[in-house]
């Protein structure tokens, strides 16, 4: 017979109530919702009433590769959620996600949270307008949790796991992108017909593709100095090709006709006072931009007057510094 003395008895209590307070720290923490259950949805998605096309494409793929992986149709309801015992998978500023005030991450990013045992939320701050980042949510909900991977564009460069029951865990995630900007001007290029050009786009979407908004940098000196009103008002701002001004004319068949085939004379008096007049007034407009591109034109036509030359005396004929 052994006898434990108070004072060790006192530890072991001690010790036991530690150790039962971490199983159920550890319980607390892992915590899952199931959205499939037996190939059954016990799911739904709700998104707001909206022609974005990118909260679109989130909605669908989330329906898509869900039903893929499990079999589970999952019904899609706008805004408002039947009160039931599905748990509602929020994508988008959805009535409910507004009225939780979420700090979001700025300018880009996204939150996938878990404000109860009935609601799943995936959201980000739209970028220019489009629901960018929340889709970037949706992607990154069926890569972290079906294991979905898009290795590369049309379904042959899908795979996609099989799973008899999905749960997640009810863990907050906030993501935010290491570059503002992520670009592959070849996306839309590689494939001959409309349809599959458009996959290599969407591929490149799900992969966290950002092009048309966020950090701006593409060819942009016809739009910081337009040539339907410079070429009348200062036409020396175009460029001197064979001893003569190079002034661009409109070309209904080129929508970017004002950024092709011509660059600014960069040494004419006056033409950076302008731009930047122009840059100024664009940002008073757009108060929420936070970038604008100072890129040079597209192709040919570099300005050959003697002080564009002088200063690009290092650079072959037709090419600027």
Same mark, same amino acid.
């Given at each position: 017979?052994?006898?434990?003395?108070?004072?060790?008895? !006192?530890?072991?209590?001690?010790?036991?109530?530690?150790?039962?307070?971490?199983?159920?720290?550890?319980?607390?923490?892992?915590?899952?919702?199931?959205?499939?259950? +037996?190939?059954?949805?016990?799911? #739904?998605?709700?998104?707001?009433?909206?022609? +974005?096309?990118?909260?679109?494409?989130?909605?669908?793929?989330?329906?898509?590769?869900?039903?893929?992986?499990?079999?589970?149709?999952?019904?899609?309801?706008?805004?408002?959620?039947?009160?039931?015992?599905?748990?509602?998978?929020?994508?988008?500023?959805?009535?409910?996600?507004?009225?939780?005030?979420?700090?979001?991450?700025?300018?880009?990013?996204?939150?996938?949270?878990?404000? +109860?045992?009935?609601?799943?939320?995936?959201?980000? #701050?739209?970028?220019?307008?489009? $629901?960018?980042?929340?889709?970037?949510?949706?992607?990154?909900?069926? $890569?972290?949790?079906?294991?979905?991977?898009?290795?590369?564009?049309?379904?042959?460069?899908?795979?996609?796991?099989?799973?008899?029951?999905?749960?997640?865990?009810?863990?907050?995630?906030?993501?935010?992108?290491? %570059?503002?900007?992520?670009?592959?001007?070849?996306?839309?290029?590689?494939?001959?017909?409309?349809?599959?050009?458009?996959?290599?786009?969407?591929?490149?979407?799900?992969?966290?593709?950002?092009?048309?908004?966020?950090?701006?940098? !593409?060819?942009?000196?016809?739009?910081?100095?337009?040539?339907?009103?410079?070429?009348?008002?200062?036409?020396? %701002?175009?460029? $001197?090709?064979?001893?003569?001004? %190079?002034?661009?004319?409109?070309?209904?068949?080129?929508?970017?006709? #004002?950024? !092709?085939?011509?660059?600014?004379?960069?040494?004419?008096?006056?033409?950076?006072?302008?731009?930047?007049?122009?840059?100024?007034?664009? %940002?008073?407009?757009?108060?929420?931009?936070?970038?604008?591109?100072?890129?040079?034109?597209?192709?040919?036509?570099?300005?050959?007057?003697?002080?564009?030359?002088?200063?690009?005396?290092?650079?072959? $004929?037709?090419?600027?510094?």
């Amino acid at each position: 017979m052994s006898v434990i003395s108070s004072k060790t008895e !006192n530890k072991l209590i001690t010790l036991a109530v530690l150790l039962l307070a971490g199983v159920l720290v550890n319980t607390v923490n892992a915590e899952n919702l199931t959205i499939v259950k +037996d190939h059954k949805a016990q799911c #739904r998605l709700v998104v707001p009433k909206s022609k +974005d096309q990118w909260l679109k494409l989130a909605a669908d793929d989330l329906k898509d590769y869900i039903f893929k992986s499990t079999g589970a149709k999952l019904k899609v309801v706008y805004d408002k959620s039947p009160d039931n015992k599905l748990v509602n998978i929020h994508v988008g500023p959805t009535d409910y996600v507004k009225k939780l005030n979420l700090d979001l991450p700025s300018p880009q990013g996204f939150v996938i949270q878990f404000p +109860d045992q009935k609601n799943i939320v995936i959201i980000g #701050r739209p970028i220019d307008g489009i $629901e960018l980042n929340t889709m970037y949510g949706a992607h990154c909900f069926l $890569e972290k949790y079906i294991g979905i991977k898009w290795l590369f564009p049309l379904e042959l460069g899908e795979y996609v796991p099989k799973h008899d029951s999905i749960s997640v865990p009810m863990k907050n995630i906030i993501e935010k992108p290491s %570059f503002l900007r992520r670009s592959n001007s070849g996306l839309g290029k590689a494939y001959k017909n409309k349809k599959d050009r458009l996959a290599g786009l969407i591929w490149g979407m799900r992969q966290g593709y950002l092009s048309g908004a966020g950090l701006q940098y !593409n060819h942009n000196i016809g739009n910081i100095l337009p040539p339907d009103k410079y070429t009348k008002t200062h036409p020396e %701002f175009f460029p $001197e090709i064979n001893g003569k001004r %190079f002034l661009p004319k409109p070309n209904p068949k080129n929508r970017k006709w #004002r950024l !092709n085939y011509w660059d600014g004379c960069y040494t004419a008096p006056g033409i950076v006072d302008e731009a930047a007049k122009n840059i100024i007034a664009y %940002f008073d407009k757009n108060p929420g931009k936070n970038s604008y591109s100072l890129s040079i034109n597209d192709n040919v036509n570099i300005c050959q007057c003697s002080k564009c030359r002088a200063k690009n005396k290092d650079f072959p $004929e037709g090419m600027s510094s």
